[in-house]
């Protein structure tokens, strides 16, 4: 089908014409619906903001108040103007995230944002619907990107911690959705000793606990000092492993959670001991089943590695095409 001409894909978002509204801009605009908070989706400074309520709530912690804030509930239908309807469907990306679902006339284009398809304790999982354009990411868009089950990783993590009962285990994690993932997977495995936190790791574990998240005891680091730290898990930022910081710590093993820790590389670059690959991002059979699932007409890839998967569409009968989206980053991987 052509390209229907009331969404505009441009460098720095997906445009709106017909109600002068961007999809997750990469620069302030008077109008702004956004899909979840990391910071390559959500920016600050927008005039009107539609998102969910949880992403609402990320983004005041992070950016301050948003003056312009109208909520949506996942499943809700309202009109936008020029023939448009706007749908949120859960996206199981992080807290609060969420699909664009827009409908004008016979066509329905959803904006996944970005998404996965595997279990997560700490948000609501995501949900498949049939359409007609479907505007994927494609942050791990390689076949090489199969992700492991998380108790896996976890499993690895609480072996580690037994197995040096003299050292701590310091874990990197992005403050937004990995590490309340990370922590909650934890749970699930049966660790209930506290785990301890950067200060940076704190406000947004509290906004999760808030929003009905159980985490656990959750401590911050300073509570205890050198060897009282020994048989513990601690969550920090990625840029706090070898920083200054980390020097108090008794022995750390270095960990750090990501689908990027698949790429041994990486892993050795950061001089990560113990890679955990724990991904909120869709790998490869999950971006290809979601395509599957939903079966659309046309494929719009971006945020990642577009190519394999444009070609995959063209090998299995679908039209596709990139968008050179600017400003995506690794935030939430």
Known sequence: MPSPDWIIP????????????????????????????HADHARAGHGAVLATAETLAIMQQRFGPQPGRQAMAYGERLPLGDGITLMLLPAGHVLGSAQ??????A????????????????????????????????TFGLPVFRHPDAAAEVAKLLATLRANPDRCVLVGAYALGKAQRLIAEVRRSGHDAPIYLHGAM??????????????????????????????????APPSALHDRWSRRLPDPVTAMASGWMRVRQRAVQRGVELPLIISDHADWDELTATITDLSPGDVWVTHGREEALVRWCALNQRRARALALVGREEEGD
């Open 10 to 37: 441009h460098g720095h978002g997906l445009y709106l014409p017909g109600i002068d509204s961007w999809i997750d801009p990469g620069r302030a605009v008077d109008r702004a619906i956004i899909t979840h908070g």
């Open 100 to 105: 664009i679902v827009l409908e004008k006339g």
């Open 107 to 138: 066509t329905r284009l959803i904006v996944s944002g970005d998404y996965k398809r595997r279990p997560d304790p700490t948000c609501t999982p995501f949900e498949p619907l049939a359409c007609d354009i479907f505007i994927t990411e494609a």
């Open 202 to 235: 704190t406000a947004l574990c509290e906004l999760y606990q808030a929003h009905g998240v159980a985490l656990g005891d959750l401590r911050p680091v300073g509570t205890l000092k050198g060897d009282a730290l020994k048989g513990h898990i601690i969550v």
